[in-house]
């Protein structure tokens, strides 16, 4: 696992920096809890809004540790809600006791450690909560079991067996043939705005950007600014001015239309590229614009 400071070690830790160098690591985290890399983004926002108005440096020993304790819990209020509201998940903490029977030694381990981080996000919603905390932790963020215990407020020999079930669960479902159903295509109706947006975007035509946009426009650049009104088209002029030969393509994101932002022209081959989300109104005019440009973590995940 990653060496984070622990708190006792900095008289006035940066508070906001560790925060974001650990913003990828919550990510992954979350991501492969809910199976989504939006909302597992949706809980790394709410995890940095609770932390920041809880953080007290004499009394959080291990800073890492303590946001990933608040990220586990609030993922799993998370999957409760969605439980509730979809009859989908039935959630117990008595699952941490009824895993720690009957644990055994796992020979496959190792091997199972190698091949966890591929594993696709949906594959990952087919564990049960307290494996699916578990193997990730462990197999993906490489944590030891104390700490993985302590992130999850359960014990050593619980942890343990819920990891050797999750291994023994996801080797079973890599030896399934894969009977995935196609990705839902995106509708006409879809396609047609995103790809005039994008259309106008790689000819640079920011002026037709900007006919595109409502009256009142929500811009969310994610990890620097949430949720303000887009006045004047200003998002488009940053744009202009600090970017070149970025381009923009058509991808579906867990069934929802969005566009791809190829940065590689732009920044050099093996740059990675971001998602961007444009939402409409009936008019197909735009309404919001969610940009990842810097939380491309999350297109890593995807």
Request: some cysteine; charged content about 25%.
């Amino acid at each position: 696992m990653e060496n984070i400071p622990y708190a006792s070690d900095i008289p006035d830790p940066d508070f906001p920096q560790l925060m974001i160098q650990l913003r990828a690591r919550l990510h992954r985290y979350c991501a492969r809890m809910t199976g989504s890399v939006l909302d597992g983004e949706d809980i790394v926002q709410e995890t940095l809004i609770k932390a920041n108005a809880n953080y007290n440096a004499q009394t959080v020993q291990h800073i890492e540790g303590w946001l990933f304790r608040i990220a586990h819990n609030t993922a799993m209020d998370f999957l409760r809600k969605r439980a509730r509201d979809q009859a989908v998940f039935d959630e117990d903490k008595s699952a941490f006791a009824d895993d720690a029977a009957g644990m055994a030694i796992d020979p496959q381990a190792n091997a199972d450690s190698r091949h966890v981080a591929t594993a696709a996000l949906r594959t990952f919603m087919r564990l049960a909560p307290a494996q699916r905390s578990a193997v990730i932790l462990t197999d993906v963020l490489g944590y030891e079991a104390e700490e993985t215990a302590q992130v999850m407020e359960s014990t050593v020999p619980a942890v343990k067996a819920a990891l050797h079930r999750g291994r023994a669960r996801l080797r079973e479902l890599a030896a399934q043939a894969e009977n995935a159903a196609p990705p839902p295509a995106l509708s006409q109706q879809d396609q047609a705005l995103l790809a005039a947006y994008a259309d106008r975007f790689n000819a640079r035509d920011w002026d037709g950007l900007r006919d595109l946009l409502a009256d009142s426009v929500q811009l969310d650049l994610v990890a620097r600014r949430k949720g303000y009104a887009m006045q004047g088209g200003e998002y488009f002029t940053n744009y202009a001015a600090k970017t070149r030969d970025l381009r923009m393509s058509l991808i579906d994101v867990e069934g929802k239309a969005a566009l791809w932002m190829n940065t590689e022209a732009h920044e050099g081959a093996g740059a990675p590229g971001y998602m961007v989300f444009v939402d409409f109104d009936a008019e197909g005019r735009v309404v919001a614009i969610r940009d990842f440009r810097f939380a491309r973590y999350v297109g890593e995940v995807f």
